[in-house]
């Protein structure tokens, strides 16, 4: 799937906005391929697939576009 990064924290983790979808998406920095998380800014496009957790769908696979 497609997205842009939509919110980082300082915790690890931050939102994507989701192509098409309403909902953004949850994502933790151990699920970072190929960047580390403080390379990420507000507004990059990035790739990643979909996975469900305890606390239903996140980002799992996140790269750069």
């Not at 983790?13 to 390379?39: N, P, Q």
């Not at 990035?46 to 996140?58: D, H, I, R, Y």
């Amino acid at each position: 799937m497609n997205g842009v990064i939509k919110t980082l924290t300082d915790r690890g983790f931050g939102f994507i906005s989701r192509d098409g979808e309403t909902k953004d998406l949850f994502f933790h920095s151990k699920e970072l391929k190929g960047v580390a998380f403080d390379e990420l800014k507000v507004g990059d496009a990035v790739t990643f697939e979909v996975a469900e957790s305890e606390k239903g769908p996140n980002a799992v696979n996140v790269s750069r576009a």
